[in-house]
C-alpha cells in the first residue's frame, strides 16, 4: 500500500511538471505571437487550449483519488493541497496565454501598436515569473518563490505605465482606438498572469515551508506578508 501511494504521489508531481511545461510554451508562443504578428503560432495556442484542460482535468481526479484511497498526512498532504491549487492556477495561465493570442487573431494590427509602447519589457518580465515559479515548484526552492514574488509589484508598475501610455495615445488619435483596446486587454491578461505566478510561489513556499504567505500586490510596503503579519495587522 505504502509503494502504491509513493508511485500515485510521483506520478502526480510527474504530471504536473508536464502540464507546467506545456503552460509555459503556451505563454512563450502567445507573447510570440502578439509582438511578431505570427497567426499561425496564435492559432497553435488557441488548439492546443484543449489539450491543458485535458490534463488539467486529469490531475484534480488523480487528486481525488489519492485523497480517497489514503489518508495522506504532513508533507504528503501538503503535496496534494499544494498539487490542486498548482493546478488550477496553470489552467488559468493557459486561459490567459489563449486570450492573449485570440487578441492577435481579432486585431492583427497589435504588433505595430505593442513595439511603439514598448510591450516586449512587460511580456519579458511576466515569461521570467511564470517561467520562475515553474522553476520554484520543480526543485522546491522557496528562495527562488520569494524572488519571483518580490517581482510582482515591478510589473504591476510597469503594467500602469503602458496602461497610462496607451490610454494617452487614444486621446490623441482617434484612428488608433480599437487597436489601442485589445493593447488594454492583453495588458489585463499579462497582469493576472503574473499574479498566477505568485500563487504558484505562495503555494511553492507552503510545501516546502509549509508557511502560508500571501503576495500584496502593493505599491509600497513588502511584496508579501505571512498569516502572523495578517493577524497583527
Given at each position: ?6 508511485d500515485s504521489l510521483d506520478k502526480l508531481r510527474t504530471r504536473l511538471i508536464r502540464m507546467g ?118 526543485n522546491n526552492d522557496p528562495e527562488l518563490a520569494y524572488q519571483i514574488m518580490r517581482t510582482d ?31 488594454l486587454m492583453v495588458l489585463r491578461n499579462l497582469e493576472r498572469m503574473a499574479d498566477q505566478a ?36
Amino acid at each position: 500500500m505504502h509503494r502504491s501511494f509513493e508511485d500515485s504521489l510521483d506520478k502526480l508531481r510527474t504530471r504536473l511538471i508536464r502540464m507546467g511545461s506545456i503552460v509555459e510554451e503556451q505563454v512563450e508562443f502567445s507573447f510570440r505571437a502578439v509582438l511578431k504578428g505570427d497567426e499561425q503560432i496564435a492559432q497553435l495556442v488557441m488548439e492546443r487550449d484543449d489539450k491543458v484542460d485535458k490534463l488539467d482535468m486529469k490531475i484534480d481526479k488523480q487528486c481525488q483519488k489519492i485523497f480517497a484511497l489514503h489518508q495522506p498526512v504532513a508533507s504528503d498532504l501538503r503535496l496534494l493541497l499544494a498539487a490542486l491549487k498548482i493546478n488550477n492556477e496553470l489552467e488559468r495561465i493557459g486561459d490567459l496565454a489563449f486570450n492573449i493570442a485570440r487578441n492577435l487573431i481579432e486585431q492583427p494590427q497589435l504588433p505595430e501598436l505593442a513595439e511603439k509602447l514598448g510591450l516586449e519589457r512587460l511580456t519579458q518580465g511576466v515569461h521570467t515569473m511564470v517561467k520562475g515559479s515553474l522553476d520554484a515548484f520543480v526543485n522546491n526552492d522557496p528562495e527562488l518563490a520569494y524572488q519571483i514574488m518580490r517581482t510582482d509589484n515591478h510589473i504591476d508598475t510597469l503594467t500602469r505605465e503602458i496602461f497610462d501610455e496607451t490610454v494617452a495615445l487614444m486621446k490623441r488619435d482617434g484612428s488608433v482606438i480599437e487597436t489601442a483596446v485589445g493593447i488594454l486587454m492583453v495588458l489585463r491578461n499579462l497582469e493576472r498572469m503574473a499574479d498566477q505566478a505568485s500563487n504558484i510561489c505562495e503555494n511553492v513556499i507552503f510545501l516546502v515551508e509549509a508557511k502560508l504567505v500571501r503576495a500584496t500586490h502593493a505599491e509600497n510596503g513588502p511584496p508579501f506578508q505571512t498569516d502572523a503579519d495578517r493577524d497583527e495587522d
